[in-house]
């Protein structure tokens, strides 16, 4: 299954999950575990994961864990070992590209809530990438799911040690800081 089946996953479908499965809380960024059986509702589908309901809360789970929801679990994203610095940007890029808000179905990139990446070599040799992003409000409750998302997948390169998520509010963001395609997309045109 590739991330555009993805999204032939229907809102409300109920799925019983297949194995445990260790989830990202919504909005609080932390990780719990969802017990096999636990039948779930599917909430958005988009990019490499899939948020869902269970109990009245909402759960991120990621595209390596799909296997749980009854899909095929999405490989982890990777680059080479010898890829160059040009290749790792690349990668941060389009990483973060398949982050969503959980409530918003456009990536966080075309959504204007990422204000640019930094990379840094760190005394230790170690490469560490910080994302300096913001949210649609100060008070956002899925500024830290957004940034484990995040996080998780450009972690999946071998080069990058570390990732750093800075939340900043200035500038403030605002629709006009919104690619046209998600414009179009949530019909803001």
């Not at 990777?78 to 398949?98: C, G, I």
């Not at 395609?181 to 949530?186: F, I, P, R, T």
Request: hydrophobic letters at 45%; one cysteine or more.
């Amino acid at each position: 299954m590739d991330i555009e089946q993805i999204a032939g996953l229907e809102n409300g479908q109920m799925l019983p999950l297949q194995r445990d499965v260790d989830a990202i809380a919504i909005p609080f960024g932390n990780t719990v575990r969802l017990e096999e059986d636990s039948v779930v509702s599917v909430m958005q589908a988009k990019g490499s994961s899939v948020s869902v309901g269970f109990e009245g809360r909402m759960y991120l789970i990621e595209g390596r864990h799909l296997d749980a929801l009854g899909l095929e679990a999405l490989p982890r994203p990777t680059l080479a070992e010898d890829a160059d610095d040009q290749a790792v940007e690349a990668f941060v890029w389009e990483q973060l590209r398949t982050c969503f808000d959980p409530e918003i179905p456009v990536n966080i990139v075309e959504l204007g809530l990422v204000y640019g990446c930094r990379f840094e070599r760190l005394i230790t040799g170690e490469l560490m990438v910080t994302i300096r992003m913001t949210l649609t409000a100060p008070g956002c409750g899925m500024g830290e799911v957004i940034a484990a998302d995040a996080r998780n997948k450009i972690l999946g390169a071998p080069q990058i040690d570390k990732v750093h998520t800075e939340i900043v509010f200035s500038p403030p963001w605002s629709r006009e800081m919104m690619s046209d395609e998600a414009k179009l997309e949530l019909g803001m045109f």
